[in-house]
């Protein structure tokens, strides 16, 4: 329950603070704002379809994996941010990796935990939906203060890191419920 309010607490927190970068991919790239604003629209664009595309490779595949996955493309999509060149670059780098690794968020943790906890199951996905807020509050005044500190793309590099440490948040199978167990392994 707490690893599900970590994740999501980064990765929504990593979703939410695309508005501190405007700025400096404006002054970078040239863009006008509309420009700008419309790589995060196309981002959240695609996030919607990848939540759907992650719900079913949560049933294929299990938590693990797919959250390890989600973590990959996090780490690729803020690489490539950090070395993008042109408005294209960045298009690649938010609309399809960062959309991989953020979209299906919501779906995987709370799917993931209402089925490792059967009693007291709303309080459970009460703490992990949380997350999102709190990352929200969190996430992009750490990104600011890496701008000012380093700029922009030290900042975007940086902002992938903690991102790994997701493959040790899933809990393994000695941490797991039966019924969990059972999901993990795809034999429920």
Not at 85 to 92: D, G
Not at 149 to 168: D, H, L, T, V, Y
């Amino acid at each position: 329950m707490v690893a599900g309010l970590i994740i999501a607490m980064l990765g929504l927190g990593i979703r939410y603070s695309y508005g501190v970068f405007l700025t400096s991919f404006e002054t970078e790239f040239a863009f006008n704002r509309s420009s700008v604003s419309g790589i995060f629209s196309f981002y959240m664009l695609a996030c919607c379809i990848v939540a759907i595309a992650g719900g079913w490779a949560l049933d294929r595949f299990g938590p693990r994996p797919v959250g390890l996955s989600m973590a990959l493309f996090c780490f690729a999509g803020f690489f490539i941010t950090s070395i993008a060149q042109n408005r294209w670059n960045l298009l690649w780098a938010y609309g399809l990796f960062l959309s991989l690794g953020t979209g299906p968020i919501y779906t995987v943790v709370n799917s993931t935990v209402s089925r490792w906890f059967v009693k007291r199951r709303g309080l459970a996905l009460g703490i992990t939906s949380s997350g999102g807020g709190a990352g929200a509050i969190v996430v992009p005044p750490i990104a600011t203060y890496l701008i000012l500190q380093n700029g922009w793309r030290s900042a975007s590099f940086e902002k992938s890191r903690p991102q790994k440490a997701s493959r040790e948040m899933v809990p393994g199978p000695g941490k797991m419920t039966p019924e969990a167990m059972k999901y993990q392994t795809g034999r429920g």
